[in-house]
């Protein structure tokens, strides 16, 4: 997952979980083992959701991009199985 040196900041994330109290955020390095930008919602329940980021985070807001639902994501839950395994990005 590839967030560019100036987005997102902590102070980003941590006013967005104060608007949005209960939700956790969580941003993992991807080793290499992707390139393409995924957000996952509800990961290991039986409604997960995976969305599929067109652009880098970085340019967000900046220029045309699409987030896409994936419909059958049963292809994807051993790599994001494998991904979560990988180390915290820390913000700055």
Known sequence: MS????????????????????????????????????IVLDEGAKD??????????????KKITTITRLADIDDYKNTIRTLLGNPLLVLK
Do not use: W
């Not at 997960?48 to 807001?61: E, F, L, N, Q």
């Open 3 to 38: 967030l560019g040196p100036k987005f997102p900041t902590n102070t980003n994330v941590i006013s967005i979980q104060t608007e949005n109290p209960g939700r956790n955020i969580t941003f993992l390095q991807s080793a290499g083992r992707a390139s393409d930008r995924y």
């Open 48 to 61: 997960m959701k995976v969305y599929h980021c067109g652009a880098s985070s970085k340019d967000a807001g």
